[in-house]
């Protein structure tokens, strides 16, 4: 699975716009961009995920660059419940074991 | 649906004993995992089961046993407790060829 690269830590103000990248640049052509998040204490929750078009539910938006070397995800309007630690993982989709490789995240900080 | 279950939530033990983690879920996922999770550390995958009767190891096994009697059930036996496995361990579920998983609320495990 390709490995990815996110910021350690980053800070948002309630109700603004909450970006997190994630750098894949050894993404393979059948690998997927999954982001989970973990909010102190609880296990992981998925967020979403994407192939190369930009994807959005009911949570947030992934924004997949032309190349797959880069993604963005997006939380509209960041709230206090989002102040989380968030993954993003790379990987074929039904490719046999779906174990995942967690990484160490980024970790948000929702401000009032 | 209650999803994934884990007991017990919390557990202290002494070096040496042995105990048994218990991971359950109603969504009849083929795919079960465990996780372990140390202070500021991603996630680490224990074991992992692709169905009934099959199991395979992740990248941190040793001292730890695991078997697939039933789709819902996934145990996970410690033989021999010792300190070094203090953490916290998280199970999850999830559907053949999808690679989105459903996480339990974690098991808090403590060796004195």
């Known amino acids: 699975d390709a490995k990815t690269t996110q910021p350690t830590s980053m800070d948002c103000a309630e109700g603004r716009a909450a970006n997190l990248p994630c750098n894949h640049s050894?993404?393979?052509?059948?690998?997927?961009v999954y982001w989970y998040r973990q909010i102190h204490s609880q296990g992981p929750q998925y967020i979403i995920h994407?192939?190369?078009n930009n994807e959005t539910n009911e949570m947030a938006s992934l924004i997949i660059t032309e190349d797959r070397k880069s993604s963005t995800l997006i939380l509209p309007h960041a709230t206090l419940r989002d102040t989380a630690v968030y993954y993003c993982?790379?990987?074929?989709?039904?490719?046999?074991?779906?174990?995942?490789?967690f990484g160490k995240g980024t970790k948000l900080t929702v401000n009032p | 649906n209650a999803g994934v279950t884990q007991t017990p939530k919390f557990q202290v033990l002494k070096t040496g004993q042995s105990m048994t983690l218990q991971c359950a879920q109603d969504m009849n996922h083929e795919y079960m995992s465990w996780y372990r999770q140390d202070p500021g550390m991603g996630l680490r995958l224990i074991h992992y089961?692709?169905?009934?009767?099959?199991?395979d190891q992740g990248e941190v096994p040793n001292g730890y046993n695991v078997s697939r009697s039933t789709t819902e059930d996934f145990p996970l036996r410690l033989l021999s407790a010792a300190p070094s496995q203090t953490s916290v361990y998280f199970c999850a579920s999830n559907r053949a060829g999808r690679s989105e998983q459903f996480f339990g609320p974690g098991t808090r495990l403590t060796v004195l």
């Open positions: 050894t993404i393979s052509g059948n690998e997927y």
């Open positions: 994407g192939l190369k």
């Open positions: 993982i790379v990987r074929v989709e039904g490719g046999g074991s779906e174990k995942l490789v």
């Open positions: 089961s692709v169905g009934a009767g099959i199991t």
